[in-house]
């Protein structure tokens, strides 16, 4: 018996690694030159800034859509209507966008991809500025 609990052990941990980008709560995590790769190859995605909108109107990625982490819970969220629609959601530094993916993930969108925080966007930026 104790040579059979080590084996289960490493054979529980080699299968926590197998799942590669794919986080365990339902998102894949990818770094910001792979994202910006995704956003060259891919058509029909969503960019997600969860930050405040303040942030926000500072600095953001051209196109995105502001939905602050904070905003989102466990209603249906009108501006993101199609569960399986690829979504890229970044924040400031990281933290806040996996916060977000994991509860898209619990209002059952399907294709959320994590990328990290605009510190490290090194693309186009832009403002909103009032009119």
């Given at each position: 018996?104790?040579?059979?609990?080590p084996?289960?052990?490493?054979?529980?941990?080699?299968?926590?690694?197998?799942?590669?980008?794919?986080?365990?709560?339902?998102?894949?995590?990818?770094?910001?030159?792979?994202?910006?790769?995704?956003?060259?190859?891919?058509?029909?995605?969503?960019?997600?800034?969860?930050?405040?909108?303040?942030e926000?109107?500072?600095?953001?990625?051209?196109?995105?859509?502001?939905?602050?982490?904070?905003?989102?819970?466990t209603?249906?969220?009108?501006a993101?209507?199609?569960?399986?629609?690829?979504?890229?959601?970044?924040c400031?530094?990281?933290?806040?966008?996996?916060?977000?993916?994991?509860?898209?993930?619990?209002?059952?969108y399907?294709?959320?991809?994590?990328?990290?925080?605009?510190?490290?966007?090194?693309?186009?930026?832009?403002?909103?500025?009032?009119?």
């Open positions: 018996m104790k040579k059979f609990i084996f289960l052990l490493v054979l529980i941990l080699l299968s926590g690694c197998a799942a590669g980008g794919e986080k365990a709560d339902g998102y894949r995590q990818v770094d910001m030159a792979e994202a910006v790769s995704v956003m060259q190859e891919e058509d029909g995605y969503i960019i997600l800034d969860v930050r405040t909108p303040e926000f109107a500072q600095k953001h990625i051209p196109g995105a859509v502001n939905i602050p982490n904070e905003a989102i819970g209603d249906e969220i009108s993101l209507p199609d569960k399986g629609q690829l979504i890229l959601v970044y400031r530094s990281g933290n806040r966008s996996k916060q977000a993916s994991e509860k898209l993930v619990e209002l059952g399907t294709n959320v991809v994590e990328f990290g925080g605009i510190i490290d966007w090194t693309g186009e930026t832009a403002t909103v500025t009032e009119g």
